[in-house]
Nanobody, 119 residues
Framework: QVQLVESGGGLVQAGGSLRLSCAAS????????MGWYRQAPGKQRELVAD???????NYAESVKGRFTISRDNAKNTVYLQMNSLKPEDTAVYYC?????????????WGQGTQVTVSS
């Protein structure tokens, strides 16, 4: 079955950096758009960044210039490099995989990894 396993979360001071990784298995990774979402307490889950199978990238305005998404198809892994972290970046970060075949959407989620930024 499909598994997305996030790692790299933790506690960091404001201004610091973290690198999240998401290792995927059970799917043809190169054919999927991969994304990072986050959900803070009491808030809705929101898109942080995504990268298509062709390499097109999209960022939330709040993270532009600070976060970088990348993928390594040989390792079936997507990364999120987070620099200049702010307390408002504190959230559970989720990895996602998406592919549309004809009219059917294949969507998978990881279990999430906690990122806490202290002020």
């Amino acid at each position: 079955q499909v598994q997305l396993v996030e790692s790299g979360g933790g506690l960091v001071q404001a201004g610091g950096s973290l690198r999240l990784s998401c290792a995927a298995s059970g799917l043809t990774f190169s054919m999927y758009a991969m994304g990072w979402y986050r959900q803070a307490p009491g808030k809705q889950r929101e898109l942080v960044a995504d990268i298509s199978s062709a390499g097109s990238i999209n960022y939330a305005e709040s993270v532009k210039g600070r976060f970088t998404i990348s993928r390594d198809n040989a390792k079936n892994t997507v990364y999120l490099q987070m620099n200049s972290l702010k307390p408002e970046d504190t959230a559970v970060y989720y990895c996602s995989a998406h592919r549309r075949v004809l009219t059917y959407d294949y969507d998978y989620w990881g279990q999430g990894t906690q990122v806490t930024v202290s002020s």
